[in-house]
Nanobody, 127 residues
Framework: QVQLVESGGESVQAGGSLRLSCAAS????????MGWFRQAPGKEREFVAA????????DYADSVKGRFTISRDNAKNMVYLQMNSLKPEDTAVYYC????????????????????WGQGTQVTVSS
């Protein structure tokens, strides 16, 4: 059983930056692929970014490519989401998710692909 705890969400002005963190415990972190998702009020949860178990491959939603960067530190059981050039449309609750998988390419893009979720952290971007 993997437990995930996100942190780092806050209110920022458009154009600003934030770094979200996700601390994992309870499993062999290096055997899990990780993802970030977000959910805005009245909308479905959507894919933001994913990273393979080793950190060797990443992928992003088109809406965040070039602005967001996902990374992980397997020694610290942490995954991060660096968000730059934030826009009001990035406002959402951001969730960290984990799925056991050691593929060398990113394969998990849907919420149903993931087995474990954090409680979420709120990001609010004002114009």
């Amino acid at each position: 059983q993997v437990q995930l705890v996100e942190s780092g969400g806050e209110s920022v002005q458009a154009g600003g930056s934030l770094r979200l963190s996700c601390a994992a415990s309870g499993g062999t972190f290096s055997r899990y692929a990780m993802g970030w998702f977000r959910q805005a009020p009245g909308k479905e949860r959507e894919f933001v970014a994913a990273i393979t178990y080793s950190g060797g491959r990443t992928d992003y939603a088109d809406s965040v490519k070039g602005r967001f960067t996902i990374s992980r530190d397997n020694a610290k059981n942490m995954v991060y989401l660096q968000m730059n050039s934030l826009k009001p449309e990035d406002t959402a609750v951001y969730y960290c998710a984990a799925v056991r998988g050691t593929y060398s390419s990113v394969r998990y893009y849907r919420p149903d692909d993931y087995d474990y979720w954090g409680q979420g952290t709120q990001v609010t971007v004002s114009s």
